[in-house]
Structures are given as structure tokens and as C-alpha cells.
T-cell receptor, first 115, second 112 residues
Framework: EPEVTQTPSHQVTQMGQEVILRCVPI?????FYWYRQILGQKVEFLVS????????KSEIFDDQFSVERPDGSNFTLKIRSTKLEDSAMYFC?????????????FGEGSRLTVL | SQKIEQNSEALNIQEGKTATLTCNYT??????LQWYRQDPGRGPVFLLL?????KEKRKERLKVTFDTTLKQSLFHITASQPADSATYLC???????????FGKGTSLLVTP
């Protein structure tokens, strides 16, 4: 069964360092998303991406965050200068069509620890 | 501001009983609502989508209701099993329709 894959599964970084989280969405999906979940808290929306541009972003997704789809398969989240509060599980998700017609397919997440 | 509220306390039930989880929302005008399951350390997994014109939706042992007047959805698991133990998330679309917002979830524990 097709699945969303994310790498790395766990990354430890020093505060102020740049981090890139990578995702391979399901191949025929058109919409891509990043969410994060701080330990013990809810799954929070960061950004959605469609037709090679950001379609929606939350207040969390400030200038230190960026997303890119550098080729036909990868979807990346970059955090330019990490802060302690960026420590969280980051989930990539994709969907084949608009959300009114179906579901989000989530990856298993990348755990980011900022020291 | 928009809010999605789910029972913050864990729900403990005995195997075989029906579990009922509640999702209330404010300042949304949803055309649909989704429910997901999340196991510890893993990504959410889609369970059901119910539209505003559907009062009830079923899938195997799962049943969801959606009352747009009460601004509430109920999620039922009948004949619950220990394998149903997980956190269940309610989700609504943001105004643009390009993303889902999730509630904090309700933790369900089914004991033998």
C-alpha cells in the first residue's frame, strides 16, 4: 500500500542550526502538508502546498520556515535557525484531492530535538 | 477564535462496551468533519468523513454523527476491543479549505 515516507526519523540539532526535514508523498497526490506535534499537545497545522505554491499557512509558519518541492517526488520543510521550542514531531501528509473529498495520509513523522 | 474541543480526560471502558467520544466546535461553519486515530509516536490515520448534510455515517464498528445546530460530532465505537485503545482526533477544515485543524484528541483505553 502506498505510504508517505519521512526522513530522518529523529534528528538532534543545536539551537541556531538549520534543519531540513524530508518527505516523499504518495506519488499521485496533489496536495502536501506539514504539521507538528509538541509532546503531549495537539497536532498543529503549519503549511499546505498545492500546484507548486503555498496555499495556506498558519501563524506558526513564520519566516524561519520554508517549504520546497525540489523535484517530482520530494517535499521538504526547512527551519533556518532552530529554537528550543521547535522541538517536536513533524508530520508530513498528502492528499490526492481537496479535503472535502477525502483524507490526509500522514507519514510516521520526524522527531526534532533542539538542544 | 476557532476552537475544536474534545474531552480532555481519558475514557476508560471495558471490552465489549460502546465508547462515545465528543467533539464540539466554535466559529467554524464546516461542510464536513473528519475523525482520525493516533497511536503513540505515530502519525494520525483517517477513519471517517461526514458531511453537513449527513446526520450519521457508519464504517464497520464505527459510527459518527454530525449536528451542525449543536456544533457537535459524536464518535462511537461499538463492541470495543483492547486494540481500539488510542487517541481519537476530530478535524475541521480551515476557512480556505486547504488544511485541517485538529482537536487535542481524546485518549481511549479499552480494558479486557
Amino acid at each position: 500500500e502506498p505510504e508517505v515516507t519521512q526522513t530522518p526519523s529523529h534528528q538532534v540539532t543545536q539551537m541556531g542550526q538549520e534543519v531540513i526535514l524530508r518527505c516523499v508523498p504518495i506519488s499521485n497526490h496533489l496536495y502536501f502538508y506539514w504539521y507538528r506535534q509538541i509532546l503531549g499537545q495537539k497536532v498543529e497545522f503549519l503549511v499546505s502546498f498545492y500546484n507548486n505554491e503555498i496555499s495556506e499557512k498558519s501563524e506558526i509558519f513564520d519566516d524561519q520556515f520554508s517549504v520546497e518541492r525540489p523535484d517530482g517526488s520530494n517535499f521538504t520543510l526547512k527551519i533556518r535557525s532552530t529554537k528550543l521550542e521547535d522541538s517536536a514531531m513533524y508530520f508530513c501528509a498528502s492528499s490526492p484531492a481537496g479535503l472535502d473529498t477525502g483524507e490526509l495520509f500522514f507519514g510516521e513523522g520526524s522527531r526534532l530535538t533542539v538542544l | 477564535s476557532q476552537k475544536i474541543e474534545q474531552n480532555s480526560e481519558a475514557l476508560n471502558i471495558q471490552e465489549g462496551k460502546t465508547a462515545t467520544l465528543t467533539c464540539n466546535y466554535t466559529n467554524y461553519s464546516p461542510a464536513y468533519l473528519q475523525w482520525y486515530r493516533q497511536d503513540p509516536g505515530r502519525g494520525p490515520v483517517f477513519l471517517l468523513l461526514i458531511r453537513e448534510n449527513e446526520k450519521e455515517k457508519r464504517k464497520e464498528r464505527l459510527k459518527v454523527t454530525f449536528d451542525t445546530t449543536l456544533k457537535q460530532s459524536l464518535f462511537h465505537i461499538t463492541a470495543s476491543q483492547p486494540a481500539d485503545s488510542a487517541t481519537y482526533l476530530c478535524a475541521l477544515a480551515v476557512n480556505s479549505g486547504y488544511a485541517l485543524n485538529f482537536g487535542k484528541g481524546t485518549s481511549l483505553l479499552v480494558t479486557p
